[in-house]
Structure formats: structure tokens, C-alpha cells
């Protein structure tokens, strides 16, 4: 299991290919608003310069939507967010900044469960 925010979302989910590459089966990745789609990032960054290819059984994205934006969702606009159109078995957007990682984990996002609580419910299925 797998969980990244910012330029962390967009390396771990790298990881999970890599890691499905060496033979481990990846359970669930969990994208707290990637961003490393640019150029000036890659040159900035120790980041993969290609689009993630993510490999788990389950992959939930979530993006910061703030209606109130502050200087983070501006850094993460400069990093360019990876606007994700498929894969995710859930893929939502929250009312928070870029920078409120927490937010963005325990917001009820399905069923009234945050992705908080389905990486437990997976983490608890995986040990029972």
C-alpha cells in the first residue's frame, strides 16, 4: 500500500509499477493531489519525467478543489497537477488547499468513508 501527496503521489505511484515489475502485488495506492506534470518540476525535481502508469488492485485520487485558494494551490499549479481522467477506482475532488494533505485523507469521500478509513478496511482485510 502506497499513499503520496504533491510530487509524492506522483513518485508513488511509479512505485507501485515499478514494485508490480519485481513481482509484489500492490493492494492500493492512494494520490493525495499529484502534481509533476511540468517541465520546470522535472528540472527542479528528482522526479520521474514520464506519466505514472500505476498498477494496484485499488487506486483512489483525490485532487484539491479549494473554493478559498491560498499560496499552496499556486505552487502546486506551477508543478503542474496531474489531471487524472482514468484508473482510479475512486477519483474525487475535496474543498481544501493543496497544502492540507490531512484534509484531503480524512474527507469523507465514499459512503461517507475517507480514504483514511478504506486504506484501514484494507489494511485490516489484508491481516484478517
Known sequence: MVVGHSLGGWNGAH???LMSDWGYRMQMLI???PVGEGALVWIGSDIYRQRPDPVAVEWINIKATPTN???SD???DFGEKWIVSCGPS?????DTSHANALELFVAPISGGNSASDLLMAAIMKEFS
Open 74 to 76: 499556486g505552487v502546486a
Open 15 to 17: 512505485l507501485t509499477k
Open 69 to 71: 485558494r491560498n499560496s
Open 31 to 33: 494520490t493525495l493531489d
Open 90 to 94: 475512486l477519483n474525487v475532488n475535496v
